[in-house]
């Protein structure tokens, strides 16, 4: 998914006089620019480790009871 950022804006008091959206901002950072924003799905399987791609045997995760320690 993309969405194109255009205001990017700070509105540094709120007063009667002042109202987001209407009035221009105290500190307009893009300045008239923009820029791309981009979200991307996370994967829901590890690349590199088979293991974690699924569900893991018990045996692969090191889930048991604890031995006494020494």
Same mark, same amino acid.
């Given at each position: 998914?993309?969405?194109?950022?255009?205001?990017?804006?700070?509105?540094?008091?709120?007063?009667?006089?002042?109202?987001?959206?209407?009035?221009?901002?105290? +500190?307009?950072?893009l300045?008239?620019?923009?820029? +791309?924003?981009?979200?991307?799905?996370?994967?829901?399987?590890?690349?590199?480790?088979?293991?974690?791609?699924?569900?893991?045997?018990?045996a692969? +995760?090191?889930?048991?009871?604890?031995?006494?320690?020494?």
């Amino acid at each position: 998914m993309t969405s194109t950022v255009d205001v990017y804006a700070v509105y540094l008091a709120f007063t009667a006089e002042k109202t987001p959206f209407v009035t221009p901002p105290d +500190l307009d950072i893009l300045n008239g620019s923009t820029f +791309l924003e981009a979200c991307h799905r996370m994967p829901t399987a590890c690349p590199t480790c088979p293991v974690m791609g699924g569900a893991a045997p018990a045996a692969a +995760l090191k889930v048991g009871p604890r031995g006494k320690k020494k």
